[in-house]
């Protein structure tokens, strides 16, 4: 028999953070992840403070940005690497409104930290009005930051690649492992969850494309029209990504594939080459606020769920609120409560 403090049940940005909260703070866990490529894996890893239709920011922005760099800083400690890529979003403008929008509101107290009011023009991309940087803004390299995490953690032999059975848990007990804490990370696999299956999480399809360009920009950032292009490395670009709120069957929809296509003809006049095409479901809740918090009755036994399209924001931030409210009783926000849905 193996004691535990903690289970952690699925392995992207949710369970993820919570474990590196449970490394900072010397507790004992194993992780169950069936090592499948989750919406998490495949997301593009965008730090960005601002919602890039309207010129706003959102609940948290600048507090949840800041704690990523900190926590990134720290998990480089022990992977070796920090993931947070240094490159600005730059927002194509598409007309001189747009552009005049942006500069009223970068006088704005509550977007003068992250609207750069001076404008600037970008190489081998259509942007006759120009674009806007957006200040503290980065992304994340995804595909090594989970790589590097998971493979860390298996070397601990605290990761278990294998499909977790909720029918094998018997009070604190899983197969033959005894647990203080159980923490549900499981994204849209929530619904296949006894316990937590009823919390309202609406899948939310995104695609994006794995793209070679004839000609890249001279400079790297990320740049923003109606998705997002950025390097990958210095091969392809990252081109996307959609979102969907109607649920289809678990294969690429063609249309959307043709959609990225042609938004992304509409500003690079270049040939591309399309390498892949991938899609994951977003966990989403209607009030765009992530779910935390113990089951009604199994009160060991925790959810954290509903990322959202901010998966590695929210993911990071709320992963310490968790923790806090687990080992020292801290008050949840009612605000991300699991407790608003059962009023």
Not at 94 to 117: A, G, I, N, V, Y
Not at 183 to 204: K, S, T
Request: hydrophobic share 35%; proline share 4%; glycine share 6%.
């Amino acid at each position: 028999m193996k004691n535990v403090d903690y289970i952690i049940v699925g392995g992207g940005y949710a369970g993820v953070f919570f474990a590196h909260q449970l490394l900072q703070h010397g507790k004992s866990f194993i992780m169950y992840s069936e090592g499948l490529k989750s919406a998490s894996h495949i997301s593009a890893g965008i730090v960005n403070p601002v919602v890039l239709k309207k010129f706003t920011t959102f609940w948290l922005a600048e507090e949840q940005i800041d704690f990523l760099s900190q926590t990134m800083a720290e998990i480089a400690i022990y992977t070796g690497k920090n993931y947070l890529v240094n490159e600005r979003i730059h927002r194509i403008f598409h007309d001189e409104s747009e552009k005049e929008l942006w500069l009223k509101k970068s006088q704005t107290e509550e977007l003068r930290p992250f609207l750069d009011p001076c404008f600037e023009q970008l190489d081998v991309v259509e942007n006759p009005f120009g674009t806007g940087a957006v200040q503290k803004s980065a992304r994340v390299n995804v595909d090594d930051f989970f790589t590097d995490f998971l493979k860390y953690l298996s070397e601990k032999y605290i990761l278990i690649n294998e499909r977790f059975y909720h029918e094998s848990i018997s009070g604190d007990q899983y197969k033959d492992v005894k647990f203080k804490n159980i923490v549900f990370c499981e994204g849209m696999g929530v619904r296949d969850n006894p316990f937590f299956c009823d919390i309202p999480v609406i899948p939310n399809k995104g695609h994006h494309l794995k793209v070679q360009l004839e000609q890249k920009p001279t400079n790297r950032y990320t740049i923003k029209k109606k998705h997002f292009l950025f390097p990958l490395n210095d091969d392809f670009h990252y081109y996307g990504g959609t979102y969907d709120p109607n649920e289809r069957e678990n294969e690429i929809d063609d249309f959307k594939e043709v959609e990225l296509k042609e938004s992304l003809v509409a500003f690079y006049l270049h040939d591309f080459k399309t390498v892949e095409v991938n899609y994951g479901f977003r966990p989403t809740v209607k009030d765009r606020r992530p779910i935390l918090g113990h089951h009604p009755e199994h009160l060991n036994y925790f959810v954290y769920n509903g990322l959202g399209a901010r998966g590695i924001l929210n993911g990071c931030y709320f992963a310490r609120e968790l923790f806090e409210h687990i080992e020292f009783g801290k008050d949840l926000m009612p605000e991300v409560d699991v407790t608003r849905f059962r009023k």
